[in-house]
């Protein structure tokens, strides 16, 4: 199921976020295309995460998750949490954020939604599915989202045999 399947998908070209979250001390993000709002009755959010991510690793061990929309302007971020690996860089150092419900980190300048999460889904792919209930959010929605055809040429910071 290759090539007409991703090209499918591609047509969709979605909105890219970034997802952080935070165990302990212990705090960092990735770069997101898989998520989607699940429920309306009561609000849910879901996000896949890589396995090969160590965000992954953090939110499996997490009590909450942060998703943020990311505009046009934000491909540096795009970059810098999906060009690197949090197995060897500091992704949020030289970011502007603060510490949000769980300690989840919460990028200053895009609008975000902190959840408690509620389930983690594994059906052995390659990404966990991660159910989030909103307990706060910020900033306002980009007037124009970031979309996965800007961002195809960030290469990834891991690669999805890591795991």
């Known amino acids: 199921m290759g090539d007409g399947f991703d090209e499918i998908v591609a047509a969709l070209d979605v909105a890219m976020v970034v997802a952080t ?8 993000g990735c770069l997101v ?3 989607s709002q699940c429920s309306i009755h009561p609000p ?4 896949w995460l890589s396995k090969a991510n160590r965000t992954y690793r953090l939110a499996s061990r997490a009590s909450h998750l942060a998703v943020h929309a990311l505009g ?7 970059e810098r949490f999906g060009g690197e690996t949090g197995d060897h860089a ?12 769980g300690g989840v ?3 200053a300048g895009c609008a975000s939604v902190v959840g408690r999460i509620v389930s ?3 059906d052995e792919c390659d990404h966990a599915c991660f159910v989030i209930e909103p307990v706060a959010l910020a900033g306002q929605p980009p007037s124009a989202p970031l979309r996965l055809a800007s961002v195809v040429a960030v290469e990834a910071g891991h690669d999805v045999d890591d795991r």
């Not at 849910?44 to 996000?47: F, G, L």
């Not at 500091?90 to 419900?101: I, M, S, T, Y």
């Open 33 to 35: 295309g898989f998520h």
């Open 72 to 78: 046009d302007s934000d491909r540096d971020l795009a």
């Open 90 to 101: 500091d992704k949020l150092a030289g970011c502007e954020w603060a510490p949000g419900p």
């Open 21 to 28: 979250t935070a165990a302990g001390d212990d705090r960092n």
């Open 105 to 107: 980190p919460v990028l």
């Open 120 to 122: 983690i889904t594994d």
């Open 44 to 47: 849910r959010y879901a996000v």
